[in-house]
């Protein structure tokens, strides 16, 4: 419930910004694309908040807890792999205390 007012505030903190520093945004963005960034926001959103809930009632807290605190890693990866980024020393320290941080937590 938190997350229907915290993640609309968000994205009208960040667009503001955007907005200030590069300029008006539908600029470059037609209204059916703008509709379906909307759209697959909005989806995007409710999905992985449906799919967190199932994971944490099928696999129970402590386990959606050591796979949700792992994300940071399956980034780095995955940027590493799909989008072709380097991995600098600074990412690799992130990623790093990230799951250290959830060892020893967990």
Do not use: H, Q
Request: proline share 4%.
């Amino acid at each position: 419930a938190a997350n229907a007012i915290r993640i609309p505030m968000v994205a009208v903190a960040l667009n503001a910004v955007a907005w200030g520093r590069y300029g008006a945004p539908g600029r470059s963005v037609s209204r059916a694309d703008l509709g379906v960034i909307v759209l697959a926001g909005v989806a995007g959103m409710w999905c992985s908040s449906m799919l967190f809930v199932f994971a944490f009632d099928e696999a129970g807290a402590a386990k959606t807890a050591v796979l949700s605190s792992t994300s940071p890693l399956f980034a780095a990866a995955l940027a590493v792999a799909f989008l072709k980024e380097r991995l600098t020393p600074l990412v690799g320290v992130g990623t790093a205390l990230a799951v250290a941080g959830m060892v020893l937590v967990v």
